[in-house]
């Protein structure tokens, strides 16, 4: 940030700089540049340029209405030159001398300094425009792809990057979208990273207001800007690695093989199996070798993400002894190197972090898996590379030469880590909040819900009012009115049964803490 102020102010310094230059180099007096108040006319295109460069800084920054900002900027300090030297009477203009017989010599007073105030609001109006655009996607309307902006780091000058504001701008083009705004990968990211980055907890605060009720964990798109953001802040503060990661679960179930439920198809029948495939994002191929149903095929199913596709995987193969071979065939995932994550995990393992070492994929972190199980895996299996074969005859085959490969011994099956299950138990007494507490009253006629909030002496405090029950407890927890964890739990249930009742048209009566 330091380097991008001191370029906007060398900008506006030179300009004026070299404008004073240009005027005293012709005048018979050198100091007539200050004595016939020229200045206003520099300080004015000095402002202009400032304008310019940080126009071209949010270029750089893949912010929308940066290119904009920047032309209208360059446009606006030529006419202003031009503009402001004919009402002037300078460049051969006849307006000077009308002004002089109709005002007299005070209107030389008033113009050069109504040029800038002119220059400094309408300066002003384009900020605000610039970053009204940026935070409602409009601009140039289009992504970064089509914009030329592709996925080149964002530059702060001098031909150095700044990693935090690479990660805000991947998080301010994402929040462009309206699909990452319902992601939750979008969502995680936003929720880690505030508390990652103090520089950024102001800006994340407003995305996270935007943000809407999650609809889906990950939609595989080919740039995901909340991985290379939270990839970023790895990159860049590996110490950070371990604790700030997006997260995503799953169920285990005990006693049944495969422990990990999921689109898979299983033909287990003793040690005749030993293969499995994974067709990474084909799907079809899956179903085709399913109902082809190969003899020395056990398992076969698509992995789609380097994270959780991969957690699962894992699991089902390391508890099922027969299994020694893996396929990867089938093409890679749309924005996500599936098949290259699993060769580089079987060549190269993890690190400290759990990211897999080597991987080119966006979000190489297994979070549900322990290191002891890579291991496992990794002495079990032997992964196969048939990445980009879709071909069910050509897989049959492959199938085939491994299950008539020697072995040397049968490894016995993996037991999974465990997590504990805790029995949920009703509170022995309730702690009031010493914040006050709230009544929440849906407002059908406004399609609003409107919360209001106490003091316990039944003083109202204030009065809290939005569509949906995220944006509201959002505000009251980011304000600091609810201080205890059970409150905040207790007003965001309370808050999506009154959002429902106003989207169903019912009534809707507020439950006791």
């Given at each position: ?110 113009a050069k300094p109504l040029v800038l105030i002119v220059t400094l609001a309408s300066v002003a109006i384009g900020v605000w425009w610039m970053r009204r655009a940026e935070a409602r996607g409009t601009g140039c309307g289009c992504g970064p ?369």
């Amino acid at each position: 940030m330091k380097r991008q102020l001191w370029w906007m102010i060398g900008a506006g310094t030179m300009v004026f700089a070299a404008h004073a230059a240009w005027y005293m180099a012709g005048a018979s007096v050198g100091w007539a540049y200050f004595q016939q108040h020229d200045y206003w006319l520099g300080l004015s295109y000095a402002v202009a340029a400032v304008f310019v460069v940080y126009s071209w800084q949010r270029v750089r920054q893949r912010q929308r209405g940066g290119v904009a900002g920047m032309v209208g900027g360059l446009t606006w300090a030529g006419a202003l030159y031009w503009t402001g030297c004919w009402l002037l009477g300078c460049c051969g203009s006849p307006l000077l001398p009308v002004y002089l017989g109709l005002f007299g010599a005070t209107v030389l007073d008033l113009a050069k300094p109504l040029v800038l105030i002119v220059t400094l609001a309408s300066v002003a109006i384009g900020v605000w425009w610039m970053r009204r655009a940026e935070a409602r996607g409009t601009g140039c309307g289009c992504g970064p792809s089509a914009c030329g902006a592709g996925n080149q780091p964002t530059s702060t000058g001098a031909g150095t990057t700044d990693p935090v504001e690479e990660i805000r701008a991947e998080l301010a083009e994402g929040m462009n979208l309206p699909k990452c705004q319902q992601c939750g990968c979008m969502g995680d990211a936003l929720q880690q990273i505030r508390g990652a980055l103090p520089d950024l907890a102001s800006d994340v605060a407003v995305w996270q207001t935007r943000m809407k009720p999650i609809k889906y964990a990950c939609l595989g798109c080919a740039h995901c800007y909340p991985a290379v953001a939270m990839n970023t802040l790895h990159r860049a503060f590996p110490e950070l690695a371990g604790t700030a990661s997006l997260s995503c679960e799953f169920e285990v179930r005990d006693d049944i093989w495969p422990p990990v439920p999921g689109e898979y198809h299983t033909f287990c029948e003793g040690d005749s199996c030993p293969v499995a495939v994974s067709t990474l994002a084909s799907v079809e191929l899956a179903e085709t070798l399913a109902r082809r149903r190969p003899r020395a095929l056990c398992i076969v199913g698509k992995t789609e993400t380097e994270n959780i596709g991969i957690d699962k995987l894992i699991k089902n193969t390391i508890t099922n002894r027969t299994i020694r071979y893996l396929v990867v065939a089938g093409r890679e995932p749309q924005g996500h190197a599936t098949g290259q994550t699993l060769l580089a995990l079987a060549a190269n393992g993890v690190d400290d972090s759990m990211r897999v070492v080597g991987s080119p994929g966006k979000r190489p972190i297994l979070r549900n898996v322990t290191r002891d199980e890579v291991e496992q895996f990794r002495r079990q299996v032997q992964v196969v590379d048939m990445i980009g074969c879709e071909d069910a005859a050509q897989i049959e085959a492959k199938l085939a030469e491994l299950a008539s490969a020697p072995t040397d011994s049968t490894p016995p099956p993996a037991q999974l880590a465990r997590v504990p299950v805790i029995r949920a138990e009703p509170p022995a007494q309730i702690e009031m909040d010493r914040a006050g507490y709230f009544v929440i009253v849906p407002r059908a006629d406004r399609q609003l819900i409107v919360v209001e909030h106490y003091d316990y002496n039944n003083q109202l405090l204030r009065v809290i009012e939005g569509r949906d029950a995220r944006s509201l407890y959002s505000t009251i927890i980011q304000n600091g009115w609810v201080t205890q964890l059970s409150h905040a739990a207790y007003l965001g249930k309370e808050l999506a049964r009154a959002e429902t009742a106003l989207q169903r048209g019912e009534k809707y009566i507020q439950d006791g803490a």
